[in-house]
């Protein structure tokens, strides 16, 4: 019995072996489940399609030129974040693929039922998982990739004393010490549960405050919230792309590519 595409899992698969993004393509269009959207040869390609198409779940190689699979998934959009199902020759990563909550961890060359077997985990995380686990997930992700246990991550950050109102850096406290961050170096910031992601030079530095009480403390001209859980520094947007739906993606310097709501287009109308 066929599923209506609106029902069905939408994913992308990344891999730069053309025959391998085929195999697995082959071998998901078998499923009545599973509705591929895109397949892409880097990373690079795979960040610009996951914030075009939103999917549910992405098939990840990890090894590949550029950009490897784990350091793609640093540069995702915390809200648009899928589930990840790596698919590698090499064994070596399954700590690391687990550290930031991969569905599922396949060895090539994948057999269909090992195949069936991630994809069913996939629809039952996403049936199980509400927003509020996602966004846990998230925070999970942020703990490996930093390095930090999630110990020092609920000891990171107190309400303390008011920064001044829109400093030239955010001291940001981890533990026993706190680190000043150059506001003008900040890329864009993200939101994870209670916690904002602040991405500084390739860095991401954890905050426990509110998007609201953030945003209030940066400059306006230079900094603009540009969806419900994004704020963007808008001296690092490189290029402005639109989209049929009405929504814009924005590409940074650093590489990022940021989705930008409908509703937050005045914010940013002399990009157009």
């Not at 850096?169 to 992601?197: E, H, N, Q």
Request: proline share 3%; charged share 30%.
């Amino acid at each position: 019995m066929n599923q209506s595409d609106q029902d069905k899992l939408t994913a992308i698969i990344v891999d730069d072996e053309e025959l391998a993004r085929q195999g697995i393509a082959m071998r998901l269009k078998e499923l009545d489940d599973v509705n591929v959207v895109a397949q892409c040869g880097n990373a690079s390609e795979a960040i610009k399609a996951i914030g075009e198409h939103e999917p549910d779940m992405v098939f990840l190689d990890i090894q590949m030129p550029g950009k490897t699979g784990l350091e793609m998934i640093s540069e995702i959009q915390g809200d648009i974040m899928p589930m990840v199902i790596f698919v590698t020759a090499y064994d070596d990563y399954a700590v690391e693929a687990f550290k930031v909550h991969a569905v599922d961890y396949l060895l090539k060359p994948v057999e269909s039922e090992r195949l069936k077997e991630a994809v069913d985990i996939a629809r039952q995380q996403k049936s199980r998982e509400s927003l509020h686990n996602e966004k846990e997930k998230l925070m999970g992700m942020v703990v490996s990739l930093t390095g930090k246990s999630p110990q020092a991550i609920d000891k990171m950050i107190e309400e303390g004393e008011e920064l001044v109102e829109q400093p030239d850096r955010l001291a940001i406290k981890d533990g026993s010490s706190i680190t000043f961050v150059p506001v003008r170096d900040i890329d864009w910031i993200d939101a994870a549960g209670d916690y904002m992601c602040v991405h500084v030079q390739g860095e991401t530095h954890i905050m426990r405050t509110t998007m609201k009480e953030l945003e209030a403390k940066l400059d306006p001209s230079i900094f603009q919230r540009v969806h419900r859980s994004t704020i963007v520094n808008l001296e690092r947007v490189d290029k402005v792309s639109s989209h049929i739906n009405g929504e814009f993606h924005l590409t940074l310097s650093c590489g990022t590519s940021l989705k930008m709501s409908r509703s937050y287009k005045d914010k940013v109308k002399h990009f157009f």
